[in-house]
Nanobody, 119 residues
Framework: EVQLVESGGGLVQAGGSLRLSCAAS????????IGWFRQAPGKEREGVAC????????YYADSVKGRFTISRENAKNTVYLQMNRLKPEDTAVYYC????????????WGEGTSVTVSS
């Protein structure tokens, strides 16, 4: 059974940092690009970051470039999202999902972890 389990969300003041984790199981982790998406209240889900280890490519939404960093630790089947200089507009539920590369179906999703940034 495929599982993606996010953790690390919480409440933080503007300018602060959080690190989200996504623990994956049930599939060959190295073969998939795993990324982060978010959905703010009343808004559509949007892509935040994607890292494909097969070709070493990264994607970041313009709104998070320079503040967020995606990384993965294949030995632990875990993907991270380091979020620095957080802004109130980063408030959302964050989901990890696979495959985010655009070359395979985006078919597996975690349950999400909530991030709230206070001003």
């Amino acid at each position: 059974e495929v599982q993606l389990v996010e953790s690390g969300g919480g409440l933080v003041q503007a300018g602060g940092s959080l690190r989200l984790s996504c623990a994956a199981s049930g599939f060959t982790f190295d073969d998939y690009a795993i990324g982060w998406f978010r959905q703010a209240p009343g808004k559509e889900r949007e892509g935040v970051a994607c890292f494909s280890s097969s070709d070493g490519s990264f994607y970041y939404a313009d709104s998070v470039k320079g503040r967020f960093t995606i990384s993965r630790e294949n030995a632990k089947n875990t993907v991270y999202l380091q979020m620095n200089r957080l802004k109130p507009e980063d408030t959302a539920v964050y989901y990890c999902a696979a495959d985010c590369s655009g070359y395979a179906p985006l078919e597996w999703w975690g349950e999400g972890t909530s991030v709230t940034v206070s001003s």
